[in-house]
């Protein structure tokens, strides 16, 4: 079967750094997402990856290795507003986004 | 109005009624795509537009029925629902190319009663 791992839930402080992880093992690959949902409202696009490296785009960088199945979501300077759960999908053989179920993301002061 | 829209945003309803939810976007994309999101759980594919003909079904029950009259309007219908039915609907929408990333809407908070 497909299936996508990402933790729960995780707790950071503001202004540090955090690595949201990603898993993968999927029918195919076409590519991997990282979307952010803020309670309440509905998710929004962050990021795209397809070849293995890093992507960085602003505080926000996403990682890919293809061979391993892997990929993070790192957040850099983190602010209150960044609390958020963040989805990782995975596009398979199909063209057919596979999604995890999300990480919940805490900031404290 | 930008983006992709959702009405109703909550909407409780009985088993044996019948409601309509509506989605529209206005981003001149070609593809729309309906989503159960439960807590806790995965986003659930349950259909998906491309040029207003229907290309994905995944196993979903009859009770959900889906209807695409233009490129920018989406609707699902709903009749006899069950309480397990209880979740986030969203809509959303895409245009193609490398990436193909898609544009959510605010979902509808659906409760079955």
């Known amino acids: 079967g497909q299936n996508i791992d990402q933790p729960t839930e995780m707790t950071a402080t503001e202004g540090a750094i955090v690595q949201i992880n990603c898993t993968y093992q999927?029918?195919?690959?076409?590519?991997l997402f990282w979307y952010q949902q803020h309670a309440g409202e509905a998710p929004t696009f962050l990021s795209y990856?397809?070849l293995d490296g890093l992507e960085e785009k602003g505080r926000f960088s996403s990682f890919l290795s293809r061979s391993k199945g892997y990929s993070y979501l790192l957040l850099k300077e983190l602010q209150m507003k960044d609390s958020a759960s963040y989805l990782c999908?995975?596009?398979?053989?199909?063209?057919?986004?596979?999604w995890g179920a999300g990480t919940k993301l805490i900031i404290k002061p | 109005e930008t983006g992709v829209t959702q009405t109703p945003r909550h909407l409780v309803m009985g088993m044996t009624n019948k409601k309509s939810l509506k989605c529209e976007q206005h981003?001149?994309?070609?593809?729309m795509y309906w989503y159960k999101q439960s807590a806790k759980k995965p986003l659930e594919l349950m259909f998906v537009?491309?040029?207003?003909?229907?290309?994905e079904n995944n196993s979903v029950p009859s009770r959900f029925s889906p209807e695409c009259p233009n490129s920018s309007h989406l609707f699902l219908h709903l009749h006899t629902l069950q309480p397990e039915d209880s979740a986030l609907y969203l809509c959303?929408?895409?245009?193609?190319?490398?990436?193909?990333?898609?544009?959510f809407g605010p979902g509808t908070r659906l409760t079955v009663t």
């Open positions: 959303a929408s895409s245009q193609g190319g490398e990436s193909d990333e898609q544009y």
């Open positions: 981003l001149g994309h070609n593809a």
């Open positions: 537009y491309s040029l207003e003909e229907r290309v």
């Open positions: 999927t029918s195919g690959f076409n590519g």
């Open positions: 990856n397809v």
């Open positions: 999908a995975v596009r398979d053989s199909n063209y057919q986004l596979i």
